[in-house]
Structure formats: C-alpha cells, structure tokens
C-alpha cells in the first residue's frame, strides 16, 4: 500500500513538473515571438542556453585571438599616429573579448572553463584568423575586410533575443566601425602612394578577400546550427544573405579605394539586385577549420603562453580583491 502511494506521489510531482516546464516554455516562446529580451533569471530552454554558450564563446576567443596578427605590426607601424591607431584597435579587441566572456558568465559558464576549452582545441575561434599579416598593407585590408565582415555579421546581432549579448554588440558595432573605417583610410592611402604601396594594398587585398566571404560561415543547406538559431532569434539573417549584403557594400568601396577584388566572375546582375561571385573554395575553408591553416599552431600557442605568462596577474588581483573584501567585511 504505502509503495502504491509512494508511487502515485512521484507520479503526481513528475506531471506538475511536467506542467511547470510546458508553462515555461510557453512564457519563452512568446517573449522570443514579442521580441522582447530573455535576461540571466529567466527560464530558457537548455539547448537554447547551450547554443549561446557555443557562440559567444567562439565569439570571445575570436577577439582574443584576433589581436595576434595585427599586433604583429604595432613595432612595425609606419608612424606614430599609425601605431597609435593600431594599439588602440587591438586594444579595442581585447575588450571584446572581455565583454563578451562577461556576457557568457551570466549564463552560468565561467571565463576559467572556455578559457581551458579554447587551449585545448575543444572550442574555436574564427577561421580567418589562422591566416598570416604578411607586409603592413594587411593591417588596412584586415580592418576594411575582416572589421567590415564582422559588423555586417554583428550588427543583426544587437537585436539577438539574449539581452547581455544584445547589449554587448551595441558597443562593440561602434568600436568594430571604427576599425573598418582606420583600414579603409589606411589602403586608400597606400592606393593612391607609391607604385609599390599600391601594389602591396592590391597584394593584401588579393589575399584577405576570399577568407573573408568565409567568415560568413558555410553555405545556408551545410550550416548546422543556422535554422534552430534564426527561430530563437539569436540569428537574423542566413549566412548567404549576410555574406551577399556584404560583397553588394564592398564592391563600390574597392572601387572608391582604386583596388580590384580577386574574382573575375564578380559582376552587377541587374535581375536580382545583388553582385554575382564566383564560387568560394569550401575545402579550404573545412581545412583550415580542422587546424591546417598556416598559422592554427602558432596562434593557439602564443595564446597559451600569454595566458600562463599573465598567471601571477590573476594571481595577484585575486589577493588584493580577498585582501580588500575582508577589510570591507
Ligand atoms: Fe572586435
Ligand atoms: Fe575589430
């Protein structure tokens, strides 16, 4: 008798868990349909949770590791007022980056745990990143090309159903367009230089622009993650659209900037309104995703270095916050 009652208790407490849950994802759903914010204390679906774990993650260890090639010229800078400008972008990333980790946290992931995840190759930043800065011109093409991918991506995302991270591409839009505008001035300046200047901002532009239509992530039909995301309204756009809208705004700039974009199939189809380009070379793409790219190596190396080398940095802002937090207390 008392197991039958024990049973029908359990029972009974699954069916209003199971009531509870349903009354919550109902709550969701419309707030996502009304497009309103979901903040850190409201009930989310786990896969919901885990999805924007994966992205922001990947987002943050791009900003990170994204300073790396460019920082490879900040003693190399041509002037003062460049080197200026390049210390202040790279350092721009870096705050990325730390937004970006914050905004992670308040789903309940700490900076400790993506940090090891990124280290170890369980999580990865973007691809383009693995590509080498050969002369000084790639500054500009990184800042026209890869910043103006990034904001083409990110500025959709500013209105991404998860509030924090919502809130944290608003500013980094504003920074990022600044970074797109310092590599436009940049090559419309060795464009219009010496013979040689132009044909080094014509050499980098060569090599950033394919990886950068990459950027967009594969085609919509191979995108794993894609549909399940635009119905959480953590994504807007498809890869595809993003990436045409993108080459539509890069076409007249390269034109303004007197530079040519390496693809002779690229041309104005009037029928659809959009720029036709050629096709991108996908095997590349996967191969330098799976860590073949010239520099995956060095990039996640000089991570780990940097990280063990700022060891006694947390070390020591951990003792001055306890130390500080026991004199408050
Ligand atoms: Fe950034
Ligand atoms: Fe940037």
Redesign the pocket.
């Known amino acids: 008798m008392a197991t039958a009652a024990a049973h029908r208790t359990t029972a009974e407490a699954q069916d209003a868990e199971a009531e509870r849950t349903a009354a919550h994802e109902a709550a969701f759903d419309a707030a996502v349909a009304a497009d309103e914010r979901i903040e850190p204390r409201d009930w989310m679906p786990d896969a919901y949770r885990a999805s924007l774990v994966r992205q922001m993650a990947q987002h943050a260890h791009?900003?990170i590791i994204?300073m790396q090639p460019e920082a490879n010229w900040i003693t190399r800078a041509p002037s003062l007022r460049r080197k200026a400008i390049l210390m202040a972008k790279v350092q721009?990333?870096a705050?990325?980056?730390l937004y970006l980790y914050s905004a992670a946290e308040t789903l309940g992931t700490g900076r400790e745990e993506l940090l090891d995840k990124l280290h170890s190759g369980r999580q990865k930043y973007s691809s383009i990143f693995n590509y080498p800065t050969l002369t000084w011109a790639d500054v500009g093409a990184i800042g026209w090309l890869v910043?103006g991918a990034?904001i083409t991506n990110?500025v959709p995302l500013c209105r991404c159903s998860y509030g924090p991270y919502a809130r944290a591409m608003v500013r980094?839009c504003k920074?990022?367009s600044f970074?797109q505008r310092q590599g436009y001035e940049l090559l419309l300046h060795l464009s219009n230089g010496t013979p040689e200047q132009h044909a080094m901002a014509q050499d980098a532009v060569d090599r950033w622009w394919w990886p950068s239509l990459m950027m967009f992530g594969p085609p919509d039909d191979e995108s794993a993650h894609s549909a399940q995301s635009m119905t959480w309204k953590i994504k807007r756009h498809s890869n595809d659209e993003l990436r045409q809208r993108f080459v539509d705004i890069a076409v007249p700039q390269a034109e303004a900037l007197g530079l040519t974009l390496p693809d002779p199939d690229l041309r104005w189809n009037e029928e659809r309104g959009h720029h036709d380009f050629g096709a991108i070379d996908w095997d590349e793409f996967w191969d330098v995703l799976k860590g073949n790219g010239p520099c995956n190596e060095q990039r996640i190396s000089q991570r780990r270095t940097a990280h063990e080398e700022g060891a006694w940095v947390r070390e020591a802002a951990s003792a001055y916050a306890a130390k500080h937090g026991k004199a408050a207390a």
């Open positions: 791009s900003e994204g721009d990333e705050g990325h980056g910043d990034a990110q980094i920074e990022e970074h």
